[in-house]
Each structure stands twice: as C-alpha cells, then as structure tokens.
C-alpha cells in the first residue's frame, strides 16, 4: 500500500512521547508499505535530523513553523468552531503540498498521528475521493478528557478556554470515530472517554520501550556520592511541572527529615520559569536538556509524581527497563501493566509518597529487588514489536493487500523534503 503518515510533529529526534510511539509505529507500517511521511517541524534541529529516517520512507515533506507564531494565529480558533490545537497543527501551506503528493504518488491509505491531523483529510482538496481509502488514526490519548481535567483543576478564567478545547475536540473525536476506519488508543483506560460509536471502532495499541537502549547497565553513574532522586520529562508541560513542585512543596521536606542529603535532578528539556525557580533550593539540580537521560536514570530512585496523566507515561516504562526502583502516583501508573509492590511502589499521598521513597533510599537490597522485577515486567510485556504485532491487521479497505518485502531505502528525495521558513 502507498501509505500517507501524517504526523503533527516531525517524529525525530524521539525525545518525547508522542515522537517515540511515532517513530516506532513508522518502522514498523515500513516493513509492510511504501510510506510518504508528512509532518510539522517546530525546531531547526528537526530538520538536521531528516536522514535518520531514510531507511524508513520514500519521501519527507516538512513544513518549517515557528511556536511562538503558530500559538499566535491559533487563537483565531477562538472566534469559529475550530478546536485551537487543530488551528496550531493545521498549515495551509501543508495542506497544499499533502494534496500534491496525495495526487502525485497515488497514496492508497493514510495513517494519522494525533487528532488534530484528520483536518488534512477533511480539509483536502481531495476530500471525496478520501472517503473511499482506508483511514486510520493514532488517538494515542482521548484529548477532550485531557482538556477537561485540567479545566477541573484551574482558575475561571483558564477553565473556560480549557472547557471551549474539550467541547471542540470531542466533536473532532466523534467525527474522526465516523470517517476512518479504526482509531488507536494507548491504553483500554482512554475507551471510556469516547462516544459508544466511536468507540466500537479502537484498537488499543500500548507504548514500548526499547529494551536494548534502556537495559540494566546502560548509562555512567554520577561521580557525586550519596542518596538521589531523578524526575525526567518535558519541562514546561503542566502536568510534569505541577507534580515536581507538588513534590518539591510537599514530599521532599519529609524525605530530609530523614535522608537530610538527598539530592533531587529534575531532567528534562525546556524547563520554565517554575521549573528554574526549583533550582534556587539547595539540593535540587535542574539540567535542562542532557545528551543521555540513561545517565541520570542510574542515579537513584526514579520518583513520578504526576496528578494529571493521560495514557501510558515513557519516564515509566524506561526506568522499569533500566531496572530502576520506582516511587510514583496512581495516575502515573494507569495504563502500565505492573504489580504495585512487586514492580512499582504506589503513593496516594504526600506522607506515604515520603514513606516509600525512604524505604528505598535506605534498604538498597529491597531498591535492587524492586528494579529487577521492572525489568522483568518490562521485558514481558513493552517490548516493541510484541506491542506492535495488532497493526498487522490493520485492513488494508479499499486499496488492496499489503505490499511485499521491505521499504524502498533509498535517499530521501530532494522534492520530498520541503522545508519552509514561516508557517502559514
């Protein structure tokens, strides 16, 4: 099949959720179709990055945009029926050059990664002749909830745009659960969120992990010695940034009470004004972007306090792989496949989150028993191509069987590579 994978971020480098899952899905649609990628590109980097994945499809069409600008001209959304993430990910200068190729190269499937990327079905040139090719779409997480929850936990003013994003999204989740074929969800947790129709159409596909690259023994410990904690993530994302403070505020005061030198490494990119306050409190490292998170996972204990998550968090399943001892919150936890106990240690509160913390910081025989029983579990069950052997069944509709053999790896050409400098 001449697949079309419309991605709303370019998924490489893989330094986040969403990116990693793309770019492994990517793979493994390669080995079954002739793939055309087309994607946003919010950083330079992205573009530099490019011939990483050659080996994996015909042609690249990017689309250069500017963050700050696309935020800008998202708020347009306020005014019409558009959710304001779909105006973010929507370009019309990559509407034009989806259409060509669409067009061009024949493309006799589409596969979409997020939401807010259906809009270049709906909004094609071609949009008839689409309704008849076989149309799947990566949800990953049921946005609207997301949006919804975090209205439940925010100021009025904050709390009515949140609630407007969710009420939008719905109707694109509804109208995404009509038109294509099959969605795909991270976890069975996220089907309760959507309507009965389009939830008789899921699939739920979890998130791996790479268990080669994240293995007990990777990574350099620190030279510094003593107890430590670390936090990974993307920095200036409200649900990691109001469970570290939440923890720095709460938890960590108890955890010195008792262990007075620990250390907390806060590790992540884009940290914000928040994040680097924390770094003002001694004891707390704040690194920003690292060139190796495995070096940090090996540290010490792996803490994830998060309140609000949505589907399957990585900092999770990387550090059961790395066979890490983990303190986390039962929200961190929905989705993932691990005994708490055995594998994990659940905290419901601040005390028992400093409780557990502590036991593991001080018995390192009970912290090396926890990690080996993550890796394990890891190793059972978030293996990459065990999570990804369901998208084999993907129906191929209208547009015939699988093709043969592997993908063409040949250079990404130079007409499918189409950056541009301002977004549209």
Same mark, same amino acid.
């Given at each position: 099949? $001449? %697949?079309?994978?419309?991605?709303?971020?370019?998924?490489?480098?893989?330094?986040?959720?969403?990116?990693?899952?793309?770019?492994?899905?990517?793979?493994?649609?390669?080995?079954?179709?002739?793939?055309?990628?087309?994607?946003?590109?919010?950083?330079?980097?992205?573009?530099?990055?490019?011939?990483?994945?050659?080996?994996?499809?015909?042609?690249?069409?990017?689309?250069?945009?500017?963050?700050?600008?696309?935020?800008?001209?998202?708020?347009?959304?306020?005014?019409?029926?558009? !959710?304001?993430?779909?105006?973010?990910?929507?370009?019309?200068?990559?509407?034009?050059?989806?259409?060509?190729?669409?067009?061009?190269?024949?493309?006799?499937?589409?596969?979409?990664?997020?939401?807010?990327?259906?809009?270049?079905?709906?909004?094609?040139?071609?949009?008839?002749?689409?309704?008849?090719?076989?149309?799947?779409?990566?949800?990953?997480?049921?946005?609207?909830?997301?949006?919804?929850?975090?209205?439940?936990?925010?100021?009025?003013?904050?709390?009515?745009?949140?609630?407007?994003? !969710?009420?939008?999204? /719905?109707?694109?989740?509804?109208?995404?659960?009509?038109?294509?074929?099959?969605?795909?969800?991270?976890?069975?947790?996220?089907?309760?969120?959507?309507?009965?129709?389009?939830? /008789?159409?899921?699939?739920?596909?979890?998130?791996?992990?790479?268990?080669?690259?994240?293995?007990?023994?990777?990574?350099?410990?620190?030279?510094?010695?003593?107890?430590?904690?670390?936090?990974?993530?993307?920095?200036?994302?409200?649900?990691?940034?109001?469970?570290?403070?939440?923890?720095?505020?709460?938890?960590?005061?108890? @955890?010195?009470?008792?262990?007075?030198?620990?250390?907390?490494?806060?590790?992540?990119?884009?940290?914000?004004?928040?994040?680097?306050?924390?770094?003002?409190?001694?004891?707390?490292?704040?690194?920003?972007?690292?060139?190796?998170?495995?070096?940090?996972?090996?540290?010490?204990?792996?803490?994830?306090?998060?309140?609000?998550?949505?589907?399957?968090?990585?900092?999770?399943?990387?550090?059961?792989?790395?066979?890490?001892?983990?303190?986390?919150?039962?929200?961190?936890?929905?989705?993932?496949?691990?005994?708490?106990?055995?594998?994990? %240690?659940?905290?419901?509160?601040?005390?028992?989150? /400093?409780?557990?913390?502590?036991?593991?910081?001080?018995?390192?025989?009970?912290?090396?028993?926890?990690?080996?029983?993550?890796? $394990?579990?890891?190793?059972?069950?978030?293996?990459?191509?065990?999570?990804?052997?369901?998208?084999?069944?993907?129906?191929?509709?209208?547009?015939?069987?699988?093709?043969?053999?592997?993908?063409?790896?040949?250079?990404?050409?130079?007409?499918? @590579?189409?950056?541009?400098?301002?977004?549209?």
């Amino acid at each position: 099949m $001449k %697949l079309l994978f419309i991605a709303h971020r370019l998924p490489y480098p893989p330094h986040k959720g969403e990116k990693i899952r793309a770019l492994n899905i990517l793979k493994f649609l390669a080995a079954q179709h002739t793939v055309h990628l087309v994607s946003l590109a919010e950083e330079a980097q992205d573009l530099r990055d490019l011939a990483a994945l050659q080996p994996y499809v015909r042609s690249v069409t990017v689309q250069r945009v500017r963050p700050r600008l696309r935020r800008l001209l998202a708020l347009s959304a306020l005014w019409s029926g558009q !959710a304001v993430s779909s105006r973010y990910f929507h370009s019309q200068a990559l509407q034009r050059r989806v259409d060509d190729l669409i067009e061009r190269e024949g493309i006799e499937g589409i596969f979409c990664s997020s939401s807010p990327t259906g809009e270049y079905v709906f909004r094609s040139r071609h949009a008839a002749r689409l309704r008849s090719l076989p149309k799947f779409m990566d949800l990953i997480d049921v946005d609207s909830a997301k949006w919804r929850e975090f209205a439940h936990q925010s100021g009025i003013g904050s709390a009515w745009l949140y609630r407007r994003e !969710a009420r939008h999204l /719905a109707a694109l989740e509804q109208r995404l659960g009509r038109e294509f074929d099959q969605l795909l969800l991270v976890s069975e947790a996220e089907r309760k969120y959507l309507d009965a129709a389009s939830a /008789a159409r899921t699939q739920v596909v979890a998130n791996g992990v790479d268990l080669e690259y994240f293995a007990p023994g990777q990574g350099q410990p620190a030279q510094e010695p003593g107890a430590a904690l670390v936090f990974t993530g993307v920095m200036d994302y409200r649900p990691n940034v109001e469970g570290i403070c939440w923890f720095v505020r709460e938890v960590l005061p108890r @955890v010195r009470t008792r262990c007075p030198h620990v250390r907390l490494y806060i590790v992540g990119r884009h940290p914000n004004r928040a994040i680097r306050r924390l770094a003002r409190v001694p004891g707390i490292v704040v690194t920003g972007i690292v060139p190796d998170v495995r070096d940090y996972l090996v540290r010490g204990v792996c803490i994830v306090p998060l309140w609000i998550a949505r589907g399957i968090q990585n900092k999770v399943l990387e550090a059961m792989a790395m066979g890490r001892p983990i303190v986390l919150t039962p929200p961190a936890l929905e989705g993932i496949d691990a005994q708490p106990g055995r594998d994990v %240690l659940l905290a419901r509160d601040a005390e028992a989150f /400093a409780d557990k913390t502590v036991q593991l910081l001080e018995d390192p025989r009970r912290a090396g028993a926890l990690g080996a029983a993550a890796r $394990k579990q890891a190793e059972t069950r978030y293996a990459w191509p065990q999570i990804l052997r369901g998208l084999a069944d993907l129906p191929s509709g209208a547009a015939g069987p699988l093709r043969e053999g592997a993908p063409d790896s040949r250079l990404i050409r130079s007409d499918g @590579v189409q950056p541009v400098t301002r977004a549209s």
